[in-house]
Every structure is written in structure tokens, then in C-alpha cells.
């Protein structure tokens, strides 16, 4: 079966330090994988995907994800976080074969980054 | 960017009343399109999965005859909680994609049942 773990409930940075959001999967096969940012009361919105290519993917706001095949983990990082980075973070993944498929969300990472 | 366009955003009715929900994607043609519902501090359950003119298919325990859903054009889907209830209180979002496209979401409906 198809899951996605997001192991930290919540990360705490302090504004100006990098940030890593940790992601790992268990699907069968090359899977597309996502990272999408919750605001309160909010829909999600798309930070970027991994496709295929180069593991180091960009995406808005700064942030990128570096896909591991080996350790199937697609960690969500930035350089320097913003308070504004302060948000729900969502890792989610689908299967590449088939156009039905669909999208299978982690559990959510709370990122609250202190002034 | 693609958007979606979910209305209304908020909700507050009476226990027994249905509610519809609406769903329009606005610069691309949703051929497919889901529904969530998120509760407080958790991720979101995906509910049912339209296809522009086909009946949705529902995920396991979710009751079609509660929620329906109908999706009628590649830019609208529009979801109808029937005789809603305080239990129904919640969180909806709807979701839209394009072949082949991620999936982009709308901003979500909060449906609060008294």
C-alpha cells in the first residue's frame, strides 16, 4: 500500500536559519511527489513536484526538495526562513502509471519560525 | 498560475438544512476533481474523486447519498451535504486537475452545523 510519513508533528526555526521539513514514502515504482503550504483557513497550495531528472527540485517561495531514491525521502528545505514560512506543510505523492490515481497526503508538519 | 475557485467560504446553518458547495476551476479545464474534508489539526481525507460527467467515485465510509456531488463541466464540481448535522461541521476542499497537472485546491469551505 501507498503511504507517506511526515515524522514531525511540528519544527521550530529561528528566522535567518535554514529549515528542513522531513518527508519519506513507501510506493511501489517512481511515484510524482509534492510538497504543498496550508495557511489557516486556507485551501493548499502547490510548492513544487518532483517528476523526474535532477533530485534537487525548486520551487516557489524559496523552497526546494531534494529527492533520494535510496532512502525514499523527499525533504522539504530552505536556506534562510522567513516568519511568513510559518504554515502547514504537506507531502504528498501519486502514482506515475496511471492518470486515476490518486494523490495520498502525510499527516501535515507544523513549521512555526520565531522572530 | 491555475486557480480554483471554491464558494462560499464559510458556512453556518441549522441542523436538517442541506448545504451545496462550489467548485470552479477558472484557467484550465478540471477533468478530474476531488473532495476533502480536513478536521482540526489533521490531513486531509479525501471524500469522493469526479470525473467532468461521469458519478463520482466515493472512498470507503463516506455515504454517497450524504454527500453528493456532481460534476457536470470540465470548470465546475459542486458537492451538497443533505440534511447536514453538527457531526457534518467541518472543513471542506475541493481540489481540481488537468491531465497530467498537479492537483491545485481551493481555498475551502468551513461548515459549521448548529
Known amino acids: 500500500a501507498q503511504s507517506v510519513a511526515q515524522p514531525e508533528d511540528q519544527v521550530n526555526v529561528a528566522e535567518g536559519n535554514p529549515l528542513t521539513v522531513k518527508c519519506t514514502y513507501s510506493v511501489s515504482g517512481n511515484p510524482y511527489l509534492f510538497w504543498y503550504v496550508q495557511y489557516p483557513n486556507r485551501g493548499l497550495q502547490f510548492l513544487l513536484k518532483y517528476i523526474t531528472g535532477d533530485n534537487l527540485v525548486k520551487g516557489s517561495y524559496g523552497f526546494e526538495a531534494e529527492f533520494n531514491k535510496s532512502q525514499t525521502s523527499f525533504h522539504l528545505k530552505k536556506p534562510s526562513a522567513l516568519v511568513s514560512d510559518s504554515a502547514l506543510y504537506f507531502c504528498a505523492v501519486r502514482d506515475r502509471y496511471s492518470s486515476a490515481s490518486k494523490i495520498i497526503f502525510g499527516s501535515g508538519t507544523r513549521l512555526s519560525i520565531r522572530p | 498560475g491555475a486557480v480554483v475557485s471554491q464558494h462560499p467560504s464559510r458556512v453556518i446553518c441549522k441542523s436538517g438544512t442541506s448545504v451545496k458547495i462550489e467548485c470552479r476551476s477558472l484557467?484550465?479545464?478540471?477533468?478530474?476533481m476531488f473532495w476533502y474534508r480536513q478536521f482540526p489539526k489533521q490531513s486531509l481525507m479525501l471524500m469522493a474523486t469526479s470525473n467532468e460527467g461521469s458519478k463520482a467515485t466515493y472512498e470507503q465510509g463516506v455515504e454517497k447519498d450524504k454527500f453528493l456531488i456532481n460534476h457536470a463541466s470540465l470548470t465546475l464540481s459542486t458537492l451538497t451535504v443533505t440534511s447536514a448535522h453538527p457531526e457534518d461541521s467541518s472543513f471542506y476542499i475541493c481540489s481540481a486537475r488537468d491531465s497530467g497537472q498537479p492537483q491545485h485546491f481551493g481555498d475551502g469551505t468551513r461548515l459549521s452545523i448548529l
Open positions: 484557467d484550465f479545464q478540471a477533468t478530474t
